[in-house]
C-alpha cells in the first residue's frame, strides 16, 4: 500500500507508469506535458494523434517510448476558475480514472505530478490535499507503490494550522537529545502486531510481514511508521522504540513525536509534514526511486 511524495522530474521515474497532466487534444504542450513528449519522443504524439483528444477528468494510456516508464497515464485536468465551475469533481475524476486504468492492467507502480498545480492554476494546497485524500482511498483497497512527484518543493504549499504550531514546537525542542541508535534491528516479541497493520504503516506488505517475522532488520524509519500504526502514545512509543535500539533524537524523530503528543496517527498527513520538512518520510515503497 505505501504511497510517498518525492522531489523529482516525473520524466526519470522508474514506475511501470507515469501520470502526465495533459490538454484535451493530448497532442502536447508547456509543464509535465511538454517534459514527457521530450522525453518519450515523437512515437508518442504519433500515437496521441490516434486517441481523439479527451475531456476533462478522463484519462487515456499510451505506452511510455523512451521514457524509463512502461506506460503513460495522459489526463486533463480542470482549469482553476475559482472553484465555481466544479472543478473539484474533476481533479479528483483525474486522479480515480487514472487509478481504474492502473488497476484495470492490474499494475503496481505509478508517480503522478500535482495535476493542474502549474499552468491550470489550481491553488497548490488544494490540489495537494486532493491527490493524497484519492490516493489514500485507493489504497485502501488496492496494494501499490503510489509516488506524488513535486518537480519544484516552493510548490508544496500546506494550509494547515498544525504547520505555524509544529514550527514553533521545533524551535522549542530543538536541543539535541543523546541519541541511542543502537538498533537492536527487532521488533520486541511483547507487541502483538497483526499483518494487516502494513497499511496503517505505509508500508509494503511482504516486507512488513518479513520485520515483524524478524526475518528482515528494523531501522528507525519502520520501527517509527509500525509505532504509529499501533498508534502508540508518546510515552509507549519511546518505549517501543527503545526496545527496538532507537531513541528520538534528530528533527524527524521531534517531528514524529509532536504527532505522537497529538495521538495523531494518520501516516499520510504526517508524511505531508515530514516533506514540507526535507525529512524522510515514514513506511516502506517496494520499489525504490
Ligand atoms: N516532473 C514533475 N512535475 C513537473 C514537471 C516534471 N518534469 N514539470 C512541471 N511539473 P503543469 P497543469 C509540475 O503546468 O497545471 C500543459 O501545457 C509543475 O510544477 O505541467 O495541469 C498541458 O498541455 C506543476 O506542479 O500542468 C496543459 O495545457 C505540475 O507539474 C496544461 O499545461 C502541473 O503543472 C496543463 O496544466
Known amino acids: 500500500m505505501p504511497f510517498k511524495i518525492i522531489n523529482t522530474d516525473i520524466t526519470k ?15 502536447g504542450g508547456g509543464g509535465v506535458d511538454g517534459a514527457i513528449h521530450n522525453a ?36 486533463v485536468g480542470p482549469v482553476w476558475q475559482g472553484g465555481f465551475s466544479d472543478e473539484e469533481d474533476y ?6 480514472n487514472s487509478l481504474n486504468i492502473f488497476k484495470s492492467l492490474k499494475l503496481k507502480s505509478i508517480a503522478f505530478p500535482l495535476i493542474s498545480a502549474g499552468i491550470y492554476g489550481y491553488p497548490k494546497d488544494k490540489a495537494i490535499n486532493i491527490a493524497v485524500s484519492v490516493i489514500k482511498k485507493f489504497l485502501e483497497s488496492y496494494d501499490a507503490d503510489i509516488f506524488l512527484v513535486i518537480f519544484d518543493r516552493n510548490d508544496f504549499i500546506l494550509n494547515n494550522p498544525l504547520f505555524n504550531d509544529l514550527d514553533s514546537y521545533l524551535i522549542k525542542n530543538s536541543v539535541k537529545i543523546p541519541v541511542n541508535n543502537s538498533g537492536v534491528c527487532k521488533i520486541p516479541g511483547n507487541y502483538n502486531i497483526n499483518y494487516s497493520l502494513y497499511k496503517k504503516a505505509n508500508t509494503d506488505k511482504k516486507f512488513f510481514i518479513d520485520i515483524i517475522n524478524n526475518k528482515e532488520i528494523c531501522d528507525k524509519n519502520t520501527a517509527k511508521a509500525i509505532s504509529i500504526a499501533l498508534e502508540l502514545d508518546v510515552y509507549n512509543s519511546e518505549n517501543f522504540l527503545s526496545e527496538c535500539g532507537f531513541s528520538l533524537s534528530d528533527r524527524s ?17 504526517i508524511n505531508k509534514f515530514l516533506f514540507k520538512y526535507g525529512e524522510p518520510l515514514l513506511g516502506t515503497t517496494a520499489l525504490k526511486i
Open 13 to 27: 521515474v522508474n514506475t511501470e507508469v507515469i501520470v502526465n497532466a495533459a490538454n484535451r487534444s493530448l497532442l
Open 40 to 75: 518519450a519522443g515523437y512515437e508518442l504524439l504519433k500515437e496521441c494523434k490516434n486517441l481523439g483528444g479527451c475531456k476533462t477528468g478522463e484519462a487515456k494510456i499510451t505506452k511510455g517510448y523512451n521514457l524509463p516508464a512502461e506506460y503513460i497515464i495522459h489526463t
Open 91 to 96: 481533479l479528483k475524476k483525474c486522479y480515480e
Open 253 to 269: 524523530d521531534i517531528i514524529f513525536r509532536y504527532f505522537t503528543e497529538k495521538n495523531f496517527y494518520d501516516i499520510f498527513e
